[in-house]
T-cell receptor
Framework: QKEVEQDPGPLSVPEGAIVSLNCTYSNSAFQYFMWYRQYSRKGPELLMY????GNKEDGRSTAQVDKSSKYISLFIRDSQPSDSATYLCAGVTGGGNKLTFGTGTQLKVEL | DADVTQTPRNRITKTGKRIMLECSQT?????MYWYRQDPGLGLRLIYY???????NKGEISDGYSVSRQAQAKFSLSLESAIPNQTALYFCATSKPGTAEAFFGQGTRLTVV
């Protein structure tokens, strides 16, 4: 079993929709949870991260972590075609900086 | 200029050849990483280095070696390339005490 599981998609939504991206994880030692966005032929770029449980909001995006169910979510409101990319979730243990990634979900926002 | 620069961006090589992928950074971070990305498998850690004198194996280090020439430079070598090492390779950096990693643009390696 992979430590971080993520549905690969693709997920297609109309412009303006609310997007929900999700991951589950199995490593109870994860303390930080990250969301990266990766455009085609580019390196991943950090969108946001949360420490432990709870929510974090940044612009149109909200990240949620539920440690009791080992569930990570990223919500994107008012989705735009420029949001079309692959979204990668990752967990990090408190003792180091090694990221363990999910496989990524491909998102397409259509006009 | 990119903060994390990888060279080359694309490379085709033959089975059995030795190849080196290079990474340099201007972020001043101590920690550097090499990942490979494969469809359906995501990003997997090959090697990481927390400072110049510290090198550690990741989850898939077999067939690879690394060298940390300076704080800003971290290279990945394939001593004898094989076709299943065909992948997208990424270098990343971070600073101690934070969880944020910054990635280069990637090197697309094809072994024929």
């Amino acid at each position: 079993q992979k430590e971080v599981e993520q549905d690969p998609g693709p997920l297609s939504v109309p412009e303006g929709a609310i997007v929900s991206l999700n991951c589950t994880y199995s490593n109870s030692a994860f303390q930080y949870f990250m969301w990266y966005r990766q455009y085609s032929r580019k390196g991943p770029e950090l969108l946001m991260y949360t420490y432990s449980s709870g929510n974090k909001e940044d612009g149109r995006s909200t990240a949620q972590v539920d440690k009791s169910s080992k569930y990570i979510s990223l919500f994107i409101r008012d989705s735009q075609p420029s949001d079309s990319a692959t979204y990668l979730c990752a967990g990090v243990t408190g003792g180091g900086n090694k990221l363990t990634f999910g496989t990524g979900t491909q998102l397409k926002v259509e006009l | 200029d990119a903060d994390v620069t990888q060279t080359p961006r694309n490379r085709i090589t033959k089975t059995g050849k030795r190849i080196m992928l290079e990474c340099s950074q201007t972020k001043g971070h101590d920690r550097m990483y090499w990942y490979r990305q494969d469809p359906g498998l995501g990003l997997r850690l090959i090697y990481y280095s927390f400072d110049v004198k510290d090198i550690n194996k990741g989850e898939i280090s077999d067939g690879y070696s690394v060298s940390r020439q300076a704080q800003a430079k971290f290279s990945l070598s394939l001593e004898s390339a094989i076709p299943n090492q065909t992948a997208l390779y990424f270098c990343a950096t971070s600073k101690p005490g934070t969880a944020e990693a910054f990635f280069g643009q990637g090197t697309r390696l094809t072994v024929v």
